[in-house]
């Protein structure tokens, strides 16, 4: 499979809220209040007001599914959104993958509207950091 760098992403949190043990797993909540994306066709800022809803399972592994919207420097609104999993101990070290999507109005991000991607995430000490593969 062959992909090209679409965007290295970075999110600014609020303190998490832990919802609680439900039936699926432990409900947790990580709203996003800003950010800043950038890559070699687009870039600009994550916009105060998405959030990430995970689930914590029994096996530690936490399943993610965030909404945000992206507003890029000349003004674009980029409705993204994106499932993955991730797992901090995981043989051979941490485990952070997922599946973005994107929607968008703006005619010269329309690419967007017609692709796949993949995302490797990491945790950092400024907060989380997500570099995006389209895949070719």
Sequence with gaps: MQTRPLMSLRFSTAPTQNVGAG?????????ITGGSFD???L???VLPGGDDWVI??????LELDLRVTLET????LI???FEGIRHDDAPGGP???TLPRFETAAS?????NRLLAVGRGEIRAEGPVHVIEEIL
């Excluded at 039936?23 to 709203?31: A, E, K």
């Excluded at 914590?56 to 592994?61: E, S």
């Design 95 to 97: 485990y952070f993958r």
């Design 79 to 81: 409705h993204m959104t």
């Design 73 to 76: 420097d000349d003004g674009a």
């Design 56 to 61: 914590k399972r029994l096996d530690g592994v």
């Design 108 to 112: 010269q991000y329309a690419f967007l």
């Design 43 to 45: 870039r600009g800022t």
């Design 39 to 41: 890559g070699e066709r």
């Design 23 to 31: 039936p699926h797993g432990t409900r947790i909540t990580f709203p």
